[in-house]
Protein backbone atom coordinates (compact mmCIF):
# COMPACT_ATOMS: atom_id res chain seq x y z
CA UNK A 1 0.00 0.00 0.00
CA UNK A 2 1.54 2.89 -0.82
CA UNK A 3 1.55 6.28 1.32
CA UNK A 4 -1.21 7.80 -0.51
CA UNK A 5 -3.57 5.05 -0.30
CA UNK A 6 -2.73 4.44 3.49
CA UNK A 7 -3.58 7.81 4.30
CA UNK A 8 -6.52 7.76 2.13
CA UNK A 9 -7.94 4.61 4.35
CA UNK A 10 -6.72 5.80 7.56
CA UNK A 11 -8.70 8.79 6.72
CA UNK A 12 -12.03 6.87 5.53
CA UNK A 13 -11.29 5.02 9.72
CA UNK A 14 -11.48 7.94 11.59
CA UNK A 15 -14.48 8.67 9.84
CA UNK A 16 -15.91 6.12 10.94
CA UNK A 17 -14.96 5.87 14.41
CA UNK A 18 -16.39 9.48 14.46
CA UNK A 19 -19.87 8.54 13.01
CA UNK A 20 -19.63 5.87 15.43
CA UNK A 21 -19.40 8.35 18.27
CA UNK A 22 -21.76 10.85 17.10
CA UNK A 23 -24.35 7.96 16.19
CA UNK A 24 -24.08 7.00 19.98
CA UNK A 25 -24.15 10.61 21.53
CA UNK A 26 -27.17 11.11 19.16
CA UNK A 27 -29.36 8.72 20.64
CA UNK A 28 -29.48 7.01 17.02
CA UNK A 29 -27.49 4.36 18.12
CA UNK A 30 -27.68 2.78 21.68
CA UNK A 31 -25.59 -0.38 22.97
CA UNK A 32 -26.79 -2.24 19.30
CA UNK A 33 -26.41 -0.42 15.74
CA UNK A 34 -23.97 0.06 13.34
CA UNK A 35 -22.05 2.42 10.65
CA UNK A 36 -20.09 0.99 7.57
CA UNK A 37 -18.28 2.57 4.91
CA UNK A 38 -17.44 0.70 1.20
CA UNK A 39 -13.65 0.23 1.22
CA UNK A 40 -12.09 3.66 -0.55
CA UNK A 41 -9.60 1.16 -2.01
CA UNK A 42 -11.89 -1.80 -2.95
CA UNK A 43 -14.99 -1.35 -3.75
CA UNK A 44 -16.15 -5.21 -3.60
CA UNK A 45 -15.18 -4.77 -0.16
CA UNK A 46 -16.55 -2.52 3.28
CA UNK A 47 -15.11 -1.15 6.32
CA UNK A 48 -17.01 -1.91 9.89
CA UNK A 49 -16.10 -2.67 13.49
CA UNK A 50 -15.78 -5.73 15.41
CA UNK A 51 -18.51 -5.96 17.33
CA UNK A 52 -18.70 -3.16 19.56
CA UNK A 53 -21.30 -0.87 21.06
CA UNK A 54 -21.04 2.76 18.63
CA UNK A 55 -19.68 5.02 21.13
CA UNK A 56 -16.50 2.57 22.42
CA UNK A 57 -15.24 2.09 19.00
CA UNK A 58 -11.60 2.88 17.93
CA UNK A 59 -9.29 3.15 15.39
CA UNK A 60 -8.61 -0.41 15.37
CA UNK A 61 -12.02 -1.76 15.57
CA UNK A 62 -12.45 -1.62 12.04
CA UNK A 63 -12.14 -4.60 10.05
CA UNK A 64 -12.24 -4.92 6.28
CA UNK A 65 -14.76 -7.34 5.49
CA UNK A 66 -16.48 -8.94 2.08
CA UNK A 67 -19.88 -9.10 0.60
CA UNK A 68 -19.86 -12.42 2.00
CA UNK A 69 -19.74 -11.00 5.42
CA UNK A 70 -16.50 -12.61 6.43
CA UNK A 71 -13.12 -10.57 7.16
CA UNK A 72 -10.58 -10.32 4.66
CA UNK A 73 -7.51 -9.44 6.71
CA UNK A 74 -7.04 -12.73 8.98
CA UNK A 75 -8.95 -11.19 12.04
CA UNK A 76 -10.92 -13.66 14.44
CA UNK A 77 -12.41 -10.73 16.17
CA UNK A 78 -16.42 -10.96 17.11
CA UNK A 79 -18.48 -9.68 14.31
CA UNK A 80 -21.44 -7.82 14.23
CA UNK A 81 -24.46 -10.44 13.31
CA UNK A 82 -26.43 -7.90 11.29
CA UNK A 83 -23.20 -7.36 8.83
CA UNK A 84 -25.34 -8.72 6.33
CA UNK A 85 -27.44 -5.70 6.44
CA UNK A 86 -24.26 -3.83 4.59
CA UNK A 87 -23.41 -6.84 3.11
CA UNK A 88 -26.49 -7.10 0.66
CA UNK A 89 -27.16 -3.30 0.13
CA UNK A 90 -23.34 -2.40 -1.10
CA UNK A 91 -23.80 -5.45 -3.52
CA UNK A 92 -26.74 -4.59 -4.52
CA UNK A 93 -26.33 -0.47 -4.62
CA UNK A 94 -22.96 0.25 -6.17
CA UNK A 95 -24.00 4.45 -6.04
CA UNK A 96 -24.09 3.89 -2.18
CA UNK A 97 -20.71 3.93 0.37
CA UNK A 98 -21.94 4.47 4.09
CA UNK A 99 -24.52 2.39 5.51
CA UNK A 100 -26.25 2.51 8.97
CA UNK A 101 -28.53 0.39 11.09
CA UNK A 102 -30.40 1.80 14.21
CA UNK A 103 -32.99 0.62 16.35
CA UNK A 104 -34.17 4.21 17.01
CA UNK A 105 -37.11 4.14 19.17
CA UNK A 106 -38.79 7.04 17.26
CA UNK A 107 -38.96 5.17 13.86
CA UNK A 108 -40.98 1.93 15.47
CA UNK A 109 -44.26 2.62 15.34
CA UNK A 110 -44.08 3.52 11.73
CA UNK A 111 -42.57 -0.32 11.24
CA UNK A 112 -45.88 -2.23 12.01
CA UNK A 113 -48.11 0.48 11.62
CA UNK A 114 -49.85 1.01 7.87
CA UNK A 115 -49.60 4.52 8.65
CA UNK A 116 -46.45 5.59 6.10
CA UNK A 117 -43.49 7.67 7.67
CA UNK A 118 -43.10 10.57 5.10
CA UNK A 119 -40.46 13.61 5.11
CA UNK A 120 -42.74 16.59 7.10
CA UNK A 121 -39.20 18.67 8.25
CA UNK A 122 -36.87 19.92 5.57
CA UNK A 123 -34.04 18.10 7.48
CA UNK A 124 -35.95 15.04 6.60
CA UNK A 125 -35.55 15.31 3.01
CA UNK A 126 -32.57 13.53 2.31
CA UNK A 127 -34.53 10.59 3.70
CA UNK A 128 -36.59 10.33 0.11
CA UNK A 129 -39.80 10.36 -0.81
CA UNK A 130 -40.83 7.09 0.01
CA UNK A 131 -40.08 4.99 3.08
CA UNK A 132 -41.29 1.91 2.38
CA UNK A 133 -41.30 -1.35 5.13
CA UNK A 134 -39.38 -4.18 4.68
CA UNK A 135 -40.96 -7.25 6.77
CA UNK A 136 -38.13 -10.23 7.07
CA UNK A 137 -41.80 -13.00 7.56
CA UNK A 138 -42.78 -12.17 4.03
CA UNK A 139 -39.82 -14.31 2.39
CA UNK A 140 -38.18 -16.05 5.08
CA UNK A 141 -41.08 -16.62 7.68
CA UNK A 142 -40.78 -16.81 11.42
CA UNK A 143 -37.15 -15.77 12.56
CA UNK A 144 -35.71 -13.24 15.56
CA UNK A 145 -36.37 -10.61 13.07
CA UNK A 146 -32.70 -10.15 12.77
CA UNK A 147 -30.83 -10.17 9.50
CA UNK A 148 -28.78 -13.25 9.80
CA UNK A 149 -27.61 -13.95 6.18
CA UNK A 150 -26.68 -12.94 2.50
CA UNK A 151 -29.72 -13.77 1.07
CA UNK A 152 -31.97 -11.93 3.83
CA UNK A 153 -29.53 -9.01 3.69
CA UNK A 154 -29.85 -9.23 -0.40
CA UNK A 155 -33.51 -8.99 0.11
CA UNK A 156 -33.83 -5.87 2.46
CA UNK A 157 -31.34 -4.39 0.13
CA UNK A 158 -34.24 -4.63 -2.89
CA UNK A 159 -36.83 -3.04 -0.86
CA UNK A 160 -34.59 0.25 -1.20
CA UNK A 161 -34.69 -0.06 -4.96
CA UNK A 162 -32.42 1.52 -7.25
CA UNK A 163 -32.63 4.90 -5.66
CA UNK A 164 -33.98 4.96 -1.92
CA UNK A 165 -32.41 6.43 0.67
CA UNK A 166 -34.19 4.38 4.01
CA UNK A 167 -36.34 0.97 4.55
CA UNK A 168 -37.62 0.83 7.84
CA UNK A 169 -37.63 -2.83 8.97
CA UNK A 170 -41.25 -4.39 10.67
CA UNK A 171 -40.77 -4.83 14.72
CA UNK A 172 -36.68 -3.77 14.67
CA UNK A 173 -35.69 -0.26 13.46
CA UNK A 174 -34.14 0.70 9.85
CA UNK A 175 -31.51 0.75 7.21
CA UNK A 176 -30.17 3.75 5.75
CA UNK A 177 -27.67 4.08 2.86
CA UNK A 178 -26.07 7.10 1.77
CA UNK A 179 -23.51 8.36 -1.35
CA UNK A 180 -21.37 9.64 1.29
CA UNK A 181 -20.96 9.33 5.33
CA UNK A 182 -21.87 12.69 5.80
CA UNK A 183 -25.47 11.93 4.39
CA UNK A 184 -25.74 8.77 5.77
CA UNK A 185 -25.37 10.65 9.30
CA UNK A 186 -27.81 12.91 8.17
CA UNK A 187 -30.40 10.72 7.33
CA UNK A 188 -30.09 8.38 10.37
CA UNK A 189 -29.76 11.47 12.66
CA UNK A 190 -32.83 13.47 11.38
CA UNK A 191 -35.37 10.40 10.39
CA UNK A 192 -36.11 9.99 13.88
CA UNK A 193 -36.89 13.64 14.61
CA UNK A 194 -38.91 13.54 11.35
CA UNK A 195 -40.91 10.85 12.84
CA UNK A 196 -41.49 12.52 16.24
CA UNK A 197 -42.75 15.04 14.61
CA UNK A 198 -45.12 13.42 12.08
CA UNK A 199 -46.37 11.88 15.04
CA UNK A 200 -47.19 14.64 16.97
CA UNK A 201 -49.04 16.35 13.91
CA UNK A 202 -50.83 13.35 13.87
CA UNK A 203 -51.95 13.17 17.90
CA UNK A 204 -53.22 17.27 16.96
CA UNK A 205 -55.95 15.26 15.20
CA UNK A 206 -56.29 17.54 11.92
CA UNK A 207 -54.26 17.02 8.82
CA UNK A 208 -50.26 17.49 8.24
CA UNK A 209 -48.59 18.42 5.02
CA UNK A 210 -45.82 16.45 3.89
CA UNK A 211 -42.76 17.96 1.59
CA UNK A 212 -43.99 18.15 -1.58
CA UNK A 213 -42.11 16.35 -4.50
CA UNK A 214 -40.87 19.94 -5.76
CA UNK A 215 -39.51 20.89 -2.31
CA UNK A 216 -37.76 16.89 -2.21
CA UNK A 217 -35.98 17.72 -6.17
CA UNK A 218 -34.17 21.36 -4.43
CA UNK A 219 -32.87 18.89 -1.79
CA UNK A 220 -31.52 16.24 -4.19
CA UNK A 221 -30.18 18.84 -6.59
CA UNK A 222 -27.82 20.55 -3.76
CA UNK A 223 -26.10 16.72 -3.96
CA UNK A 224 -25.87 14.15 -0.89
CA UNK A 225 -24.01 16.88 1.38
CA UNK A 226 -25.17 20.21 0.86
CA UNK A 227 -23.63 23.30 1.46
CA UNK A 228 -23.57 23.01 4.89
CA UNK A 229 -23.01 19.27 5.77
CA UNK A 230 -19.13 20.41 7.12
CA UNK A 231 -20.26 22.34 9.88
CA UNK A 232 -23.06 20.02 10.59
CA UNK A 233 -20.38 17.25 11.35
CA UNK A 234 -18.37 19.78 12.97
CA UNK A 235 -21.34 20.10 15.83
CA UNK A 236 -21.91 16.45 16.24
CA UNK A 237 -18.14 15.53 16.63
CA UNK A 238 -17.73 18.65 19.15
CA UNK A 239 -20.81 16.85 21.20
CA UNK A 240 -19.60 13.32 20.61
CA UNK A 241 -15.67 14.83 21.63
CA UNK A 242 -14.93 12.92 18.90
CA UNK A 243 -13.54 15.63 16.30
CA UNK A 244 -9.93 14.38 16.10
CA UNK A 245 -11.03 11.02 14.35
CA UNK A 246 -11.87 13.15 11.44
CA UNK A 247 -8.15 14.37 11.14
CA UNK A 248 -7.35 10.22 12.06
CA UNK A 249 -3.72 9.22 11.13
CA UNK A 250 -2.41 6.05 11.57
CA UNK A 251 0.90 6.04 13.49
CA UNK A 252 4.13 4.77 12.63
Known sequence: MTPAEQAKLDSVIGQIVA????????????????????????????????????????????????????????????????????????????????????????????????????????????????????????????????????????DLAKALGTDGRVALMRGHGFAAAGRTLSEALRIAIYLPQNAQVQMEAMQLGGRFKALTAGEMEVREAAGPDGSDIARAMQYWARRANCEHYLTYKRSA
Open 19 to 154: ANRILGNEGVCDAYGHISHRHPLDPTKLLLSRSRSPELVEPDDIMTIDFDGKPVDGRTDPMYFERFIHCGIYETRPDINCVVHSHARGVLAFTISDVKLVPVIHTGASCGCDIPVWDIETNFGATNLLVANQAQGR
